[in-house]
């Protein structure tokens, strides 16, 4: 099956410009995660959406993020406008929704390559 | 509040030699926990997971954690490293007890793992 597909791999873009990444899942996956690494630190949750809804999106930093799912399928991820500390690893990841035990809290997450955004 | 704690920013080991990432976690109930590899310009792959049952889990490529509830601790494990083992490592929580409505990771800063010839 095809993995998970992040576009673009890299962006490097000017304070206050726009970017928009997206996210391909693996096709079926209902679950869609969006995640951030900072040089260094930790793998920090941003949201999640189960199909088109939104889960949580208790990880999202400002009001300046902005994600979306529509149809279920693909989804981007929009930085508007970009500021310095926005640079990082941004990673997508995808699930099934799970019906075994534990339901889908015991499935793995599927990770994509990740784009790395600069934002100078 | 949930966590994960990788105490080493890096960890060297020579070829075939045991190796040891060490994680710990805070959850406020059973914790399921995971580890993921991830090597140079590449995702995050999973290795293995402990969700419940046998303390020590199994995983990808010779790799194994064991689960330790005392100590909080999920420490990932390999009886002989390879060169080619040498990554980035990351343990990562859930805990479904938690009062969220996803079912999102939480991920510690991860652990390079550098294995010389």
């Known amino acids: 099956e095809a993995g998970v597909t992040q576009f673009p791999s890299h962006s490097v873009i000017e304070k206050g410009q726009t970017v928009t990444l997206r996210c391909d899942p693996i096709s079926g996956h209902d679950n869609l995660y969006w995640y951030r690494r900072v040089m260094g630190k930790e793998i920090k949750f941003l949201l999640h959406?189960?199909?088109?809804?939104?889960?949580?999106e208790s990880g999202m930093p400002n009001n300046r993020f902005l994600a979306e799912r529509t149809g279920g399928t693909y989804s981007t991820l929009k930085v508007q406008p970009a500021e310095l500390e926005d640079s990082g690893v941004y990673f997508c990841?995808?699930?099934?929704?799970?019906?075994?035990?534990?339901?889908?809290?015991?499935?793995?997450?599927?990770f994509g390559n990740g784009t790395r955004l600069t934002v100078t | 509040a949930q966590s994960v704690a990788q105490p080493e920013d890096q960890v060297n080991v020579a070829e075939g030699n045991p190796l040891t990432v060490k994680c710990t976690y805070s959850v406020s109930g059973n914790p399921y926990l995971f580890w993921y590899v991830q090597y140079p310009n590449r995702g995050l792959q999973f290795l293995l997971k402990y969700i419940t049952g046998d303390n020590l889990v199994k995983g990808s490529y010779g790799f194994e954690a064991e689960f330790n509830k005392s100590q909080t601790s999920f420490h990932l494990k390999k009886p002989s490293a390879l060169v080619s083992d040498s990554a980035l490592y990351f343990c990562?929580?859930?805990?479904?007890?938690?009062?969220?409505?996803?079912?999102?990771?939480?991920f510690g800063k991860g652990t390079t793992l550098s294995v010389s010839s």
């Open positions: 990562a929580v859930r805990d479904p007890s938690a009062n969220q409505a996803g079912t999102a990771l939480i």
């Open positions: 990841a995808s699930s099934t929704l799970s019906t075994g035990a534990g339901g889908s809290y015991n499935s793995p997450l599927h």
């Open positions: 959406f189960v199909k088109e809804s939104k889960q949580d």
